[in-house]
């Protein structure tokens, strides 16, 4: 697989009827290594291992209803009260980031009510933080690390 602009994180493979399956810690089982797999597997283990999400707190490939039509977004993380806060919208490397990837994650948004979201294909990271007044995001330079909230 290609080399992403992420830190390098240990995965455990295996082989199945010729296809490389790669070892989902947070759903718990191997799947199929695609390019868009191998994005988001690094990029849920970068928010867990440098932005110190809880691994409580990340969800992979969460299953939405909108429109009536099944969805799922690939990365999923809560706040600490179990609400959305982040969603994490990844394409294969070879996939160009475009309007069109903005316009899915928005449409997921307008369900999910997150605060931030992040488009990537291993590549080239997009960060926004939700400007629900203006019905806008904001670009960042980064994504904030994780701070737990209390009441």
């Known amino acids: ?3 992403l602009n992420l830190p390098t994180y240990s995965f455990k493979f295996k082989s199945k009827e010729n296809k490389t399956l790669i070892f989902d810690k947070f759903r718990k089982k191997y799947v199929v290594l695609t390019p868009e797999e191998w994005v988001r597997q690094h990029f849920a283990y970068f928010l867990l291992e440098e932005k110190k999400y809880p691994f409580s707190l990340i969800s ?3 299953q939405l209803i909108i429109n009536n039509l099944k ?4 990365i999923l993380v809560f706040n600490s009260f179990g609400t959305p806060e982040i969603i994490v919208e990844c ?3 070879s996939v160009k980031i475009s309007q069109e990837t903005f316009d899915q994650i928005a449409r997921y948004n307008l369900k999910l009510n997150a605060n931030y979201l992040i488009v990537t294909n291993g590549l080239q990271h997009f960060y926004c933080q939700m400007d629900f007044e ?3 995001y904001i670009f960042l330079k980064e994504i904030p690390d994780f ?3 209390t009441l």
């Open 147 to 149: 701070i737990k909230k």
């Open 134 to 136: 203006n019905e806008t």
């Open 71 to 74: 969805k799922r977004s690939d």
């Open 91 to 93: 394409k294969a490397p």
């Open 60 to 62: 992979v490939e969460k």
């Open 1 to 3: 697989m290609i080399k």
